[in-house]
């Protein structure tokens, strides 16, 4: 049974840091591993992607602020977060892709982060 757990969220004033980390269980043949965040009455949305390899792609809004970082022997996706803003607030989930095909994906419950102004 793969499950990715999510921890570190929390409440945090504006231009704090907080690190969130996810572990996942149950696999070794994890291909990439991304986090993704949702706010209410949005959809869920990418925040950072991180291949095996290392290779990173983050979307614009959190470019220079957000670092994902990753330990293959331990199945583990980290996301550091600093600078943050009041809208950086959502449920925080962490996403594994096993290798493939078939490409399986696993996400995790979610950790809630809460950016106060």
């Known amino acids: 049974q793969v499950q990715p757990v999510e921890s570190g969220g929390g409440l945090v004033q504006a231009g704090g840091s907080l690190r969130l980390s996810c572990a996942v269980s149950g696999s070794i043949f994890i291909d990439t591993m991304g986090w993704y965040r949702q706010v209410p009455g949005k959809q869920r949305e990418l925040v950072a992607i991180?291949?095996?390899?290392?290779?990173?792609d983050y979307e614009d809004f959190v470019k220079g602020r957000f670092t994902i970082s990753r330990d293959n022997a331990k199945n583990t996706v980290a996301l550091q977060m600093n600078s943050l803003k009041p809208e950086d607030t959502g449920v925080y989930y962490c996403k594994a892709t096993m290798m493939g095909p078939p490409f399986l994906v696993y996400w995790g419950q979610g950790t809630q982060v809460t950016v106060s102004s």
């Open positions: 991180i291949t095996r390899d290392g290779s990173t």
